[in-house]
């Protein structure tokens, strides 16, 4: 069941040069921009954590209202007209701390976190199965850690997270020997 979550008091889109970044990593594999939202809720740790907004229900245990209730104008007004049409299809990003610093200190963040989204979009599991694998394995420190060069389907949905991530933040380089992932797996919405 849902463990104790840090609610969300701010959400915005994935602004551009945030998207830019992702693009860069995952070619035309993701959703569009206006799909993406990034919040600052976080896990009960303040870890950040991807779900689908259709999931709110079965893995948080709350409806959209009750997760955008603290959310001036996250559903409806003037300010919140725009995400509140949008948002029942979304992926929302729950960064944290993170949600002002993802083109910065933490563009980690942003792009292990944005491998959910494409696990969400490329996966042919259920949603429900790839995001109860997310949601619970964020909680398990273990489940990060991965020996390089194994089948990617082999990696769980959190090894798959940190090889984007660990072969962005090492400058994207195509002689990394994880580059071979991202060519032939990521890239290829190979999920
Ligand atoms: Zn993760």
């Known amino acids: ?11 915005r889109l994935m602004s551009h040069p945030e998207y830019n970044i992702v693009c860069r990593v995952f070619a ?17 740790d303040g870890r950040p954590f ?4 259709s999931l709110l229900p079965t893995i948080l245990g709350m409806t959209e209202g009750a997760f955008f209730g603290g959310v ?14 949008f948002i029942n299809l979304a992926y929302l990003i729950n960064a944290g701390d993170a949600y002002d610093s993802l083109t910065g200190k933490d563009r980690d963040t942003l792009v292990h976190e944005t491998t959910h989204v494409w696990q969400g979009k490329n996966s042919t599991f259920a949603l429900s199965y790839v995001f109860n694998s997310v949601y619970n394995q964020c909680v398990l420190r273990n489940a990060y850690a ?24 090492a400058g994207e ?12 797996n990521v890239r290829k919405g190979d999920a």
């Open 28 to 44: 035309g594999t993701i959703p569009y921009r206006v799909r993406i939202f990034i919040t600052d809720a976080a896990g009960e």
């Open 72 to 85: 001036p104008g996250a559903l409806g007004g003037a300010a919140g007209g725009y995400i509140g049409s």
């Open 50 to 53: 991807t779900i689908p907004t």
């Open 146 to 169: 991965y020996t390089p060069n194994q089948p990617w389907k082999s990696y769980n949905v959190e090894q798959q997270a940190s090889i984007v991530e660990d072969w962005y933040m």
């Open 173 to 184: 380089s195509t002689s990394s020997n994880l580059y071979h992932y991202i060519t032939d």
């Open 1 to 11: 069941m849902a463990k104790k979550i840090q609610m969300p008091s701010k959400v």
